[in-house]
């Protein structure tokens, strides 16, 4: 309860901090400091979730109990993209579920996480319970190879992450790695363009693309739904104010975190050009006056994409939009469920039969209807499909306490229940 009032207290130091070192806007900042506190909020119900089932009389005298009991030493290694809501959602249900925590966060920005362990220390937390570690390779090497911690937790991109859970899991550790993302949106013909479009230019740029849950992929179902789309599209990609975190409401998205990262990008929109695909808003050349060494990338929008380029197989984390045209319902569905990522997906209708049969069917573990960006709240859990997760659990909401704990059960008899002699055969209790 404490360390939720010294977020609140902190709340614009915090933003403040994470938008001069990540870039995103300082509104956007505050949403990734408060849907971290969220997670914090929950936690505090944490007995709830640890009490355990209890079993009266499974057999004459005999009492059956099982306790949540906390792994002991814990660990998480984070992403550079919320560096304070993915920290929380770790260490929040660890510490609250009676373990020690290791974070290990992304050396792109990790003030922000050291700022967190300040203000847990004067909440009161016991020094040592929660530590964090600053690296990169090497400091997580040396967490995934400790015989002492029981488990990890990852977030970051598809290839780490699997490194990371083949690594744990063979040194006997638990571990949920969560990857990367192309997430798409299905538009189907009877959706209201104003929204979808709306949707779309808020999912798809909204912190630069640097989302696992930002819409990189719209898939209009019919090609004059793609007309109407790209229509009331484009030139709401245009008008979008890219600039430095300093002004505040102004801007809609801020520069990409790294030079080589506007670099990566840049180098899949010429892809995407030489392979066929057609800019309909091209942020090519971008440059921001009084900023002109910065790493601001403009927004582009991408019509006419097809499964094979590389700038719809691959996640480009930047602001980028690709449309794929789909002939039907089937080809857009289709689409998404063949693509090697599940993380989230959406899909716009006014259609109840085809949002339900969406929802469904999808093999993707995290579904909008009529929702652009669908994180589930605290008290849901959160996690991909397919090449975005690895392991059983997701995180936070009931998932979180699982994660965090082992099941130990009791069978319990006191002396007048015991009979007299011993029982050789194993059989029903009696
Ligand atoms: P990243 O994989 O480069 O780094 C993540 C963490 O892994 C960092 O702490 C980093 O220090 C560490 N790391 C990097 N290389 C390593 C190596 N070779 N061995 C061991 N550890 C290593 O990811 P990023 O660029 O910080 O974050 C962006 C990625 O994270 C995107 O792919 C995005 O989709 C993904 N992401 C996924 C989710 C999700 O919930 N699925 C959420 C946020 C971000």
Not at 62 to 87: C, E, H, K, W
Not at 177 to 186: E, L, Q, S, T, V
Not at 381 to 394: H, V
């Amino acid at each position: 309860m404490k360390f939720v009032d010294l977020l609140n207290r902190d709340m614009d130091k915090l933003a403040d901090a994470l938008s001069r070192e990540h870039g995103k806007t300082l509104p956007d900042a505050k949403g990734d400091v408060q849907r971290g506190l969220e997670v914090v909020e929950f936690c505090i119900g944490a007995p709830h979730h640890l009490k355990g089932e209890f079993t009266d009389s499974a057999g004459p005298g005999i009492d059956m109990y099982s306790m949540r009991q906390a792994l002991g030493v814990t660990a998480g290694i984070t992403p550079f993209n919320f560096p304070a809501m993915i920290p929380m959602w770790m260490f929040a249900p660890a510490i609250a579920c009676g373990n020690a925590f290791i974070l290990k966060p992304s050396e792109r920005d990790p003030s922000v996480p050291m700022m967190l362990a300040e203000l847990l220390e004067e909440a009161g937390l016991p020094k040592g319970i929660l530590q964090v570690v600053n690296g990169d390779k090497e400091a997580v090497d040396a967490i995934l190879d400790h015989p002492v911690i029981q488990s990890v937790g990852f977030v970051g991109s598809t290839p780490i992450a699997a490194y990371i859970y083949e690594r744990a899991s063979a040194n006997g550790k638990r571990a949920q790695c969560f990857g990367g993302a192309k997430n798409h949106m299905i538009i189907m013909p009877d959706a209201d363009m104003d929204q979808a479009a709306d949707a779309l230019v808020g999912a798809g740029y909204g912190a630069a693309g640097e989302r696992c849950m930002a819409i990189s992929v719209a898939v209009p179902v019919g090609d004059d739904t793609a007309d109407r789309l790209i229509a009331k599209l484009a030139p709401r990609v245009e008008a979008l104010k890219v600039g430095p975190y300093t002004s505040g409401e102004d801007v809609d998205f801020g520069p990409v975190v790294t030079a080589a990262a506007k670099q990566n990008i840049e180098r899949l929109v010429q892809t995407g050009i030489d392979q066929g695909a057609k800019l309909a808003v091209d942020g090519r050349g971008f440059s921001l006056q009084g900023y002109e060494d910065g790493f601001f990338v403009g927004p582009h929008l991408f019509d006419h994409v097809t499964p094979d380029m590389d700038i719809y197989r691959q996640e480009i984390f930047g602001p980028v939009l690709s449309t794929v045209r789909a002939g039907s319902y089937e080809e857009a569905i289709g689409l998404a469920m063949s693509h090697e990522y599940g993380n989230g997906t959406a899909i716009y209708t006014r259609d109840g039969d085809t949002a339900r049969d969406f929802a469904n069917r999808i093999n993707i573990g995290m579904v909008g209807v009529n929702v652009p960006i669908p994180v589930p709240l605290a008290y849901h859990t959160f996690g991909g499909w397919k090449k975005s997760g690895f392991g059983d659990l997701n995180q936070h909401g009931p998932d979180a306490f699982k994660f965090y704990t082992r099941t130990k059960t009791v069978t319990a008899r006191w002396p007048s229940g015991i009979k007299e002699g011993g029982e050789f055969n194993f059989k029903a209790m009696d």
